[in-house]
């Protein structure tokens, strides 16, 4: 997943930062996708989805006249923080969309096909969206970690805390000591716990 700035995308929004369509799009749409997998949504129904999330969240009469993997990037989004937490109010738009286009394809089922209790329950929709906000929040935070730490310092991190390879494996490819690799470990944990804890919303 791609970041343009060193700031992270989600303090922007939250301080109500003009953010660019692209790189709005490109760091939510993940998000959306798994949420769509979630409701059990069909990989067209899933496309859709993200389509009419980005279309709400956007301005709909400017959007209308752009393929949206083409947006230019003068297009922007602007959170109004006033509205209340951003990932509630994302979250209301991906559900309320999921929901739809789940139940619009039921409708075209006779009764006699539909399974009983086959829609996504509000409390395990709910579970699976913490689930993966907290992923999206830990991509983010990985990102702005790779841009504060020396490239050293953070591939042995990624190699040995993330890929679970041997520490002299780790140590020995990187031409490091296995004490610097532990090092290289705990500083990143650290700086990567303090990230996350800032762009987590109070």
């Known amino acids: 997943m791609a970041f ?31 949420c769509g ?19 709400e969240i956007f301005q709909k009469d400017i959007l209308k ?5 083409k947006v230019p990037d003068h297009i922007v989004f602007q959170f109004d923080p006033s509205r209340g937490r951003f990932r509630h109010y994302l ?16 409708d075209m089922l006779s009764l006699g096909e539909m399974e009983e209790g ?13 689930k993966e906000w907290k992923r999206h929040l830990l991509n983010m935070a990985l990102f702005e ?6 490239p050293e310092t953070f591939v042995a991190f990624e190699m040995y805390a993330l890929q679970h390879k041997p520490v002299k494996d780790v140590a ?16 990143c944990i650290a700086d990567l716990k303090k990230i996350i804890a800032n762009l987590e919303e109070r």
């Open 4 to 34: 343009t700035t060193k700031k992270s995308l989600l303090r922007k929004v939250r301080a109500g930062d003009e953010i660019s369509w692209n790189e709005f799009y490109q760091t939510y749409k993940p998000l959306i996708l798994l």
């Open 118 to 130: 086959e829609a996504p329950a509000v409390d395990d929709w709910d579970n699976q969206w913490e």
């Open 37 to 55: 997998l979630d409701c059990s949504l069909t990989a067209t129904e899933n496309e859709e989805l993200v389509q009419q999330v980005m279309m």
């Open 172 to 187: 020995e490819f990187l031409h490091m000591s296995v004490s610097a690799v532990y090092t290289a470990k705990s500083r």
């Open 91 to 106: 979250k209301k738009i991906i559900r309320n969309h999921a929901i739809k286009l789940y139940h619009k394809r039921h």
């Open 145 to 150: 970690l790779k841009t504060e730490v020396q």
């Open 65 to 69: 006249n752009y393929d949206l993997d």
